[in-house]
């Protein structure tokens, strides 16, 4: 299967969903959280999920991580299964809350996947300096997370994620228990650390500005069941000023996941 | 030294209230000796002599903190007049006990939530332990243990552990249970195994479970060793002074072995809590 990254050149898909579907069974009766999804996610794509509650956005990305199982469908990540890839390190996780240890410093945490996948004391050393660099937290490792604002919690847990060099990070609004200016600059070097690195992000969120901001591909959802209702395809360029969000361009497609919303009537309630 | 004042004006009221029972209680005596001699006595003659009887039904707090002075000062620890002779031989038992109390409830907490089958089935048999009175089970084991040539300190301990293991037990399930979901889903995204998951997250979650545990575990160790040593015919230690008090009617002993027992359960207490503090501190989770 063939599929193209945001400049338009050919790489092999690094998601690859045909027909994907996910039922719970409850006390109520199954619930579909995701019905009939195909979508395809190349090398380098930054891939926002965008909806409601319910609209089952985290689902499908824990479905990626293999945290769940589809019930329907066929799910790959790098052409091996969600599990497989899990134990192949191809991904990194961040979940809305930090969810630090409160018992280790900031490098402590950082190396808690290293410790767990056996790399040596020297490599855990160098590997947590590197990262904490890429966040922008070097000379925080010896602090303990209460020490630090939510911020920049967030951004040791996202440096966490990076430690054991995995391709793609799943993110599971990871700033969405921050206020709007923290958001605004971790947006940024968010972005900076994407096109620093070349990672593959999937990013979920509620907010259609920061969905248009940061996405090469703007996956717009739907609940009951969960489907997926428009995929759009950012022309905005890789490298993206905090300014670009007043642009017309930024505005049109703003508008069409909106609309995109409206459609799927996902404000009904 | 704010709270000097409260402190103080708790316990000058606890001594108060201590002082009107002891004239209260030891009154009767004093009158029915009266009415043998065919007297008639005031209050003003009764309650002094309320207050030093020798076999009083509840002795008067100097009378205890006499008695106390002589058994724990003055006695040298050596006699088996000392309080300290009697408490050490509580307190060792009490301390190995608590040891594998504590351990057992450990291991048994890590299996329980480890393990389906023994989380169906040893909480039922945990919880049925307990409802068992104590004092009927301690001379069995005492006996059991006496028959296969097992004496001294060890039966003891085992009545204790038997106590102590319960808080442990409840406390540490908790503890271990008590990372939420999304921490157990950032383990399993690192493919870790379940003695990963165990060492790096579950035990230290429950390190503030653990303590709370233990100051509940070492105090129902204390009781048990004292109870453990009741049947052992009151041969040393806390509950043997406790019972030859009561079989000699010394009330002013029996309250001065109390107060002995209730320091130790104290000291055990604030032991712990020295511990816990230290501990969380390296943890940094005290902030």
């Known amino acids: ?269 | 030294m704010k709270s000097a004042g409260p402190v103080l004006t708790v316990l000058i009221a606890i001594l108060a209230l201590w002082y009107a029972g002891a004239v209260w209680m030891n009154a009767q005596w004093v009158r029915d000796q009266a009415e043998r001699a065919g007297q008639t006595v005031t209050w003003e003659q009764i309650v002094p002599q309320t207050m030093n009887q020798s076999r009083p039904v509840l002795p008067a707090p100097h009378q205890v903190a006499v008695e106390l002075w002589k058994a724990v000062v003055v006695t040298p620890p050596t006699s088996k007049r000392s309080l300290i002779y009697h408490a050490w031989v509580t307190l060792s038992a009490t301390l190995l006990g608590f040891a594998i109390g504590t351990g057992a409830g450990i291991l048994l907490a890590a299996g329980i939530v480890h393990n389906r089958a023994m989380d169906m089935s040893v909480m039922p048999w945990a919880i049925a332990s307990q409802t068992i009175p104590i004092l009927a089970v301690a001379p069995m084991i005492i006996v059991v243990l006496n028959s296969i040539g097992i004496t001294g300190l060890v039966p003891k301990a085992i009545i204790s552990a038997y106590l102590s293991f319960f808080p442990v037990v409840v406390g540490m399930v908790k503890g271990f249970r008590s990372p939420d979901a999304m921490q157990l889903d950032l383990l399993k995204t690192y493919s870790a195994s379940r003695m990963q998951a165990f060492w790096k997250l579950r035990l230290p979650s429950s390190m503030p479970y653990l303590f709370a545990s233990l100051k509940v575990g070492a105090a129902a160790a204390l009781v048990g060793t004292i109870v453990g040593e009741l049947p052992t015919g009151a041969v040393a230690g806390l509950g043997a002074r406790l019972l030859s008090g009561s079989y000699y009617g010394q009330t002013v002993q029996i309250w001065a072995a109390l107060f002995v027992a209730a320091a130790l359960a104290a000291g055990l207490v604030i032991v712990i809590g020295m511990v816990q503090r230290v501990t969380l501190r390296r943890m940094g989770m005290l902030r």
Not at chain 1, 1 to 19: D, K, L, S, Y
Not at chain 1, 22 to 41: E, S, Y
Not at chain 1, 139 to 158: C, D, H, N, Y
């Open chain 1, 1 to 269: 299967m063939i599929a193209r990254n945001a400049g338009g050149a050919q790489v092999a898909p690094v998601v690859e969903a045909r027909g994907v579907g996910l039922t719970f069974q409850t006390a109520d009766g199954p619930v579909h959280a995701l019905k009939d999804v195909n979508l395809t996610i190349a090398k380098g794509d930054f891939v926002s999920f965008i909806g409601p509650s319910g609209c089952g956005k985290t689902t499908f990305l824990r479905a990626i991580a293999a945290l769940e199982a589809p019930t329907e469908g066929s799910l790959t990540v790098n052409g091996m299964t969600p599990d497989a890839a899990r134990r192949a390190r191809a991904y990194g996780y961040v979940f809305q809350a930090a969810g630090l240890y409160p018992w280790r410093t900031i490098a402590g945490n950082v190396k808690l996947p290293l410790e767990i996948m056996g790399f040596s004391r020297a490599e855990q050393d160098a590997r947590v300096a590197k990262v904490l660099e890429l966040v922008e937290l070097t000379g925080f490792g010896k602090k303990f997370p209460w020490q630090l604002s939510g911020g920049m919690q967030q951004r040791a847990s996202i440096a966490r994620a990076l430690a054991f060099d995995a391709d793609i990070l799943l993110m599971d609004e990871p700033f969405g228990a921050l206020d709007e200016i923290v958001r605004d600059r971790l947006n940024e070097e968010l972005l900076k650390l994407w096109n620093n690195t070349g990672k593959t992000i999937g990013f979920v969120t509620h907010s259609i500005p920061e969905a248009v901001y940061l996405s090469t591909k703007i996956v717009v959802m739907s609940p009951r069941p969960g489907r997926i209702t428009d995929v759009i395809e950012s022309p905005l360029p890789r490298v993206r000023p905090l300014e670009i969000r007043d642009t017309p361009e930024f505005m049109a497609i703003a508008h069409r996941v909106r609309e995109g919303l409206r459609a799927g009537h996902s404000y009904d309630v």
